[in-house]
C-alpha cells in the first residue's frame, strides 16, 4: 500500500501566551512567523513558524471552551497534535474509518491557510492526536 502521507505538514504546540512563545522561538532559534490567523470555529489563535517544508504551530485559546483550551486545563502546555500532509484529505479520513479507526471529524473542513482537513481520535493513534492536511496551494 502507497503511503496517504506526503510530509509532517506541522508539530502543534499548545501554549497559554502565544506572544511570549513567538518570542522564545524567535529569540532562541532565530525563528519567524510566516502565518497567523484566527481559526473562529476551533477557537484558537495560531502562529506558524516554517522549519523547512513543514511548521511549527502555535496555538493558544481564544475562547474557554475550545479543546486547545480544554486541553491546557488538563495538560498544560506542550505537544497538543502532528499535522501529516495528505494529497486528499477525504480518501485519507475514509481509509482511517474503513480500518475501524475514530475520527473527530466525519468528513473533512475547512483549516487555516486555506487547507481542507480532518481530525484522527487519539485513540485511535496510539495517544497522538492526529491531524489530515491537504494543501491545494
Known sequence: MESLFSEIDHVAIAVHDLE??????????????????????DGVAEALLRVADSYIQ???PTRDDS???KYLAKRGEGLHHVGYRVRD???????VKASGGRV??????????GTTVAFIHPATSFGTLIELVEDSH
Do not use: K, M
Not at 473527530?104 to 491557510?113: E, F, K, N, Y
Open 20 to 41: 511570549a512563545a513567538i518570542a522564545w522561538y524567535e529569540e532562541v532559534f532565530g525563528a519567524t512567523v510566516e502565518h497567523r490567523e484566527v481559526v473562529e470555529s
Open 58 to 60: 502555535l496555538l493558544t
Open 67 to 69: 479543546p486547545v483550551a
Open 89 to 95: 484529505c477525504a480518501v485519507a479520513l475514509e481509509s
Open 104 to 113: 473527530i471529524d466525519q468528513a473533512p473542513r475547512p483549516g487555516s491557510r
